[in-house]
């Protein structure tokens, strides 16, 4: 039995995120407290000025206002290296130009593809605002390159090109090329800019060098003293930075935030104290399993940062 007595929480008015954050951990709520729990991890992640800190996400928040927060956690360069699915690259382009809409689950699909709507969750992307656009920018971004000389490019170097040249300051991508933060796309052809990428490939001799991002990867951790991530769904972007890691004999901090279940061996549901066994965490790691909407927890946990 542990001797720290649970306290009510005390709510008054003009009452901060990072207060709030502080009572959930008295309160001992039961994902209250693991918020908490991984706020502080984060920030200690952020203060230790010699571990290198990753974020990984899937590509569905981006189409949120979710993107907002990571966008700022990159313009403060809380984090150092990013991982994450070419979906991003989609949804962070495509909203520098035209506008997505609120929407809901229930809404007529069959409906909603006629009138030429795609719905993701409660989010609705009209294929202008989707398809066409990224189309039209990829397209000319790529031409420019290729009259420039360009080859060839890691995704890392594609996705500061993004930035550079046709995303603007709402973007995720403009921040992490202005601040020089790399961007790791391991499934770049799975989505609408890997799209884009084959069919100009069509035409032209031009190649998408994934080994380099991963000489990158390879050099980051070895020259790190400590390592630690912000993980945020599962899938390819979350493996990506616990597989690079256990060549450095785990995650020093590592805070998951996920929806998914345990009980079918997917790595989407796996708690860290999974990856403890693989080596991809350390034993002795900060670490906390969070299960929930990352629109609702990560906006939490960042504000009580600033």
Known sequence: MGDEAIRDYRLHSGMTVAELLRQMKDSWGFTASKIAIGADIIRRMINDKECLKFLSFPACIVATGTRGVIREMIRRRFIDAIITTCGTLDHDLARCWRNYYRGSFDMDDAELHRRGVNRLGNILVPNESYGLI????????????????????????????????????????YWAEKNRIPVYVPGITDGAVGYQLWLFSQDHDFRIDILKDEQELNDMIFESKRTGALLIGGGISKHHVIWWNQFKNGLDYAVYITTAVEWDGSLSGARMREAVSWGKVKETAKRVTIEGDATVILPLMIASLL
Do not use: H, P, Y
């Open 134 to 173: 990224i189309e039209e920018k990829m397209q000319r971004m790529l031409n420019d390159l290729w009259n420039k000389g360009i080859r060839e490019l890691s995704t890392r170097e594609l996705c500061w090109e993004i930035g550079r040249r046709i995303c603007n300051q709402d973007s995720i991508l």
